[in-house]
């Protein structure tokens, strides 16, 4: 049913939730309040955007979500005001990426050829398993993480902190360049993180050609 001409009185409530759920292309537009980490997230083209920091950081600027012509104008979600360049709230995208960074050994195939990290084949789908190297994620806490990747399926996986069964985000159903919101609690350093088709179904292999963290 359509209804047009809505006036409405007082309070205008929306949906509340205790954790984010996975994103689908029906969820383009909702908006939904986390009562878990009292955020506000909104659906996009591409998943979930926190859209709280507009309200202490604005809808334009330097340090806003968007641009000086919101959320779709010049300084968008992509723009040097947005979500990446300098990154949402004045944040700075940084790559961590290379085998300078992580390592693949304890994968059976695959791993690092030179330019980027190439999945491994087991059962039908592919898989990507990297361990931090050197001494970069001692008290790194970053609040976002961005994985660019070549391919046809989405991905699955977790990005892991120290200590038994801190599984600190895992990353569901994911595109490429697709951004993650990290809320890291009383979780460690990280130690792995994990990709792969799994549940997407995804018969092909693929690569990763970029690792970055918003700090």
């Known amino acids: ?11 205008f409530i929306i949906e509340k939730l205790t954790a984010l759920p996975v994103w689908g292309a029906s969820d383009k537009g909702r908006i939904i309040y986390i009562t878990a980490s009292k955020k506000l997230y909104g659906g996009i083209s591409t998943g979930w955007s926190d859209i709280s920091l507009a309200a202490s950081s604005g809808t334009s ?9 919101g959320i779709s104008g010049t300084g968008g979600t992509s ?13 700075v995208w940084t790559p961590k990426f290379d085998n300078t960074h992580w390592d693949a050994s304890a994968q059976p195939a695959g ?15 592919w898989y990507v398993e990297l361990t931090e190297l050197g001494t970069w994620v001692e008290g790194y806490r ?57 549940i997407w179904g995804g018969t092909d292999q693929f690569w990763i050609t ?4 918003c700090n």
């Open 1 to 11: 049913m359509k209804f047009y001409g809505i006036d409405a009185q007082g309070s």
């Open 61 to 69: 600027g330097t340090s806003g979500i968007s641009g000086t012509s």
């Open 79 to 91: 723009g040097t005001s947005g979500t990446s360049g300098t990154g949402a709230a004045g944040c």
């Open 111 to 125: 791993g690092w050829d030179g330019t980027k990290w190439a999945s491994y084949e087991m059962g039908g789908l």
């Open 142 to 198: 970053p609040t976002r993480i961005r994985i660019t990747y070549t391919g046809t399926y989405r991905l699955d996986g977790y990005l892991k902190g120290i200590g038994a069964g801190y599984l600190f985000y895992i990353i569901t159903g994911i595109f490429s360049e697709q951004q993650i919101i990290l809320d890291w609690g009383e979780r460690g350093d990280i130690v792995n993180l994990d990709l792969g088709t799994s």
């Open 210 to 213: 970029n690792i970055e963290f």
